[in-house]
């Protein structure tokens, strides 16, 4: 397929006018970036993109990234082009409900989105890690040919703006991720105007500043994007943005260049006008003329038959390399032993120890059995314990390693872990302090979102941070956390929790935060330990028949809670402790768990957490009680803190016995 094969201009015009029928059929999306960046998308997927058309896992594809997510009638005109199985109908079911055409392209729900994206930044930052992902499996697998995918991105204006690329291309060019091809749809309009109005940095002197190769081309002009496209695919040393000025709403006789084609339909008579201006019966719609549609099957014939023989060498060689065979297959179905939960117990430290110490012991077996687990820290190992010390750092001169320092770029690791995650050859980690969960959230729910395996540690969990003062304590990230559908939150009490929480972790099919402490706590007694339930969500750790109140704690507010009911049956007290991991395992439970563990006659029930207690009522219920902190804390001891804020045994007890007079 040739760019001067006239039938090119117009594969790229149809996708045009598609694109604004989409949106004038639903009355509603963005037709101006897809009518842009027509030209850049078409060339890129028939010329360079490296993909199997209607195999959308195929492994040895490239990735299409469109940051921009906005622009999704250009996702679905090229995956109805290619043969992605969208029909013309789905197309006409734009933003409808169940349409496999959503608003924004969603991984999981349209086959070959292979990721979803809408908040600005997000996509590139994702594609960040989808790079390291291939850097890292070609690296494994010792053959940087074979394996050597690359990933492709499209960002506008917004995506340039918002803060995660700068720290995203940062990491990426640090890390020469020459992969990574990134379009800046260069088109001086955002959603109120001319980027003037906010916007006048030079972004190519600042990505050069990144390490980045910097290509600047008209992105109308197919040979100009067709040989940027070459010099980025050729260049083996640096990620490239390729900064192409295009036109918003290019082809529409009346409103290209303006604003006013980003966010809302041209109008039928607009449209009219854009057909007759490129040469379309106006009288048409929905159409993709015969000799397009047999251009494009042309090059679907090709892609398959290249895929074919990429199939082919792949067989080649694993018959070859077995153990990389079996290692291939291991990463690709994130495999982990059917024992895990007993491998992991076993690491478990004897002696008393902060979580995140025990957690750090834990996640050296779950490495060595789990060859996809990888993953690192904001620039907070040290604390976060979370090094893989067997395991090299993934570098330009390591790619095999599977520590990647993230640097103090929060928003950015979440996304990484994202990237990696959809990457499909890795369960990533993260790690930070429990306090800057606040600059991942974003990216946390974007995993929320697509059903994302990542593993979230979060270690110096509460007030007990102490010394550092309010800035480091977390009080209400529990609650955020716990907020977001599809997140499972698990604050171990003690280590053997810890080795129960990685063991639920590594089997999750979605994101899970371990929350854990700066703070030695004690291991549980052997008995409880025997019967203890991480995945349950919350299990009886001390009891007594005919309980009348029963405490309902969290990791380290567990033992003092403990401390309290023993203090309390000292006075005749009958009590009953849960100790509450994970409010999502919980209610994955049937009824009988449920109420077996808390048991609905029981009202008498108070709630201890170092957190806010709003959300707590859910299981303290009308008649209970909430011990928590619903304010920031202070810089000072833990210990004082303890004593200050009522967190002590002692003073749970002396609120246990006040709230049942
Ligand atoms: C994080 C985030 N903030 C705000 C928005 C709302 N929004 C959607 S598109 C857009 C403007 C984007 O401008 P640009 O990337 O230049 O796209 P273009 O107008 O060129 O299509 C904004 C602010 C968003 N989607 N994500
Ligand atoms: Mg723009």
Not at 264 to 283: C, M, R, V, Y
Not at 401 to 410: L, P, Q, T, Y
Request: glycine share 10%; charged share 20%; hydrophobic share 40%.
């Amino acid at each position: 397929m040739s760019t001067a094969d006239p039938r090119y201009q117009k594969a790229c015009d149809t996708i045009r006018i598609l694109a604004a029928e989409t949106v004038e059929k639903a009355a509603s999306g963005h037709p101006g970036m897809p009518m842009g960046c027509a030209d850049i998308a078409f060339t890129l997927w028939s010329r360079f993109l490296r993909h199997n058309p209607g195999q959308p896992n195929w492994l040895g594809r490239d990735r299409y990234v469109q940051s921009a997510g906005h622009g999704s009638p250009l996702v679905y005109a090229l995956l109805h082009l290619f043969d992605y199985g969208l029909t013309m109908e789905d197309l006409q079911q734009f933003r409808q409900w169940q349409s496999l055409t959503p608003g924004h392209p969603e991984y999981g729900w349209t086959p070959g989105v292979e990721v979803t994206t809408g908040p600005l930044g997000t996509g590139f930052a994702t594609a960040v890690g989808m790079a390291i992902g291939a850097k890292q499996l070609a690296a494994r697998m010792g053959d940087e040919e074979l394996f050597g995918q690359r990933i492709f991105v499209i960002a506008g204006d917004g995506c340039m703006m918002e803060g995660v690329t700068h720290e995203a291309a940062s990491l990426a060019g640090h890390q020469k991720l020459d992969n990574l091809i990134c379009f800046y749809d260069d088109n001086s309009i955002t959603i109120e105007g001319a980027t003037s109005l906010a916007f006048s940095e030079d972004v190519g002197r600042r990505f050069e500043a990144y390490g980045w190769q910097v290509i600047k081309i008209n992105g109308q002009d197919h040979a100009q994007i067709e040989d940027a496209l070459a010099r980025a695919t050729a260049n083996t040393d640096t990620p490239s943005l390729i900064i192409a000025k295009t036109t918003i709403g290019c082809g529409a006789p009346n409103l290209a260049g303006s604003h006013e084609t980003h966010g809302a339909p041209l109008g039928e008579e607009e449209i009219a006008a854009l057909k007759t201006a490129l040469g379309f019966p106006a009288d048409q719609s929905f159409n993709v003329p015969a000799d397009v549609r047999e251009l494009v099957a042309e090059r679907i014939a090709a892609l398959r038959q290249e895929a074919a023989e990429w199939d082919a060498r792949l067989d080649a060689f694993k018959a070859t390399n077995p153990e990389k065979a079996r290692l291939l297959d291991q990463l690709c179905s994130k495999a982990v032993p059917g024992n895990i939960l007993d491998e992991l117990m076993a690491a478990v430290p004897e002696k008393a120890t902060a979580t995140r110490s025990s957690g750090g012991t834990i996640m050296q077996r779950a490495a060595a059995l789990v060859p996809s687990l990888c993953g690192g820290a904001a620039d907070l190992n040290p604390s976060t314990k979370t090094h893989l010390k067997a395991e090299g750092d993934f570098s330009p001169a390591e790619r095999t390693g599977r520590n990647i320092h993230f640097g103090v770029r929060e928003f950015t690791m979440g996304l990484c872990a994202n990237g990696l995650a959809l990457y499909g050859t890795g369960i990533p980690f993260t790690a930070t302090f429990m306090v800057f969960s606040d600059f991942m959230k974003p990216a946390m729910r974007l995993a929320a979102l697509q059903g994302l395996q990542v593993v979230n540690v979060f270690t110096h969990d509460s007030i007990f941070v102490g010394e550092d003062g309010p800035t480091h304590q977390p009080i209400e990230q529990l609650m955020m956390m716990r907020g977001i559908p599809g997140m499972t939150v698990i604050r171990p009490a003690e280590s053997n929790e810890v080795a129960q929480a990685w063991a639920a972790a590594l089997q999750a099919d979605g994101p899970v935060a371990v929350i854990l402490t700066r703070q030695t706590v004690q291991n549980m007694p052997a008995d409880v330990v025997a019967t203890m339930a991480v995945a349950k969500g919350a299990y009886v750790v001390s009891d007594d028949e005919a309980f009348e109140v029963m405490l309902i704690a969290t990791g380290s507010e567990v033992q003092p809670a403990m401390e309290a009911a023993d203090a309390l049956r000292g006075e005749g007290r009958k009590v009953r402790v849960v100790s509450m991991p994970s409010w999502e395992l919980f209610e994955k439970q049937d009824a009988a768990y449920k109420e077996s563990v808390m048991p609905s006659a029981c009202r008498k029930r108070v709630t201890v957490e170092a957190g806010i207690t709003m959300g707590w009522e859910r299981y303290a219920g009308t008649d209970g009680a909430m011990i928590g902190v619903d304010h920031f804390g202070h810089s000072a001891p833990y210990k004082i803190l303890a004593d200050k804020y009522g967190l002590t045994g002692e003073k749970i007890a002396a609120t246990v016995r006040d709230y049942l007079g």
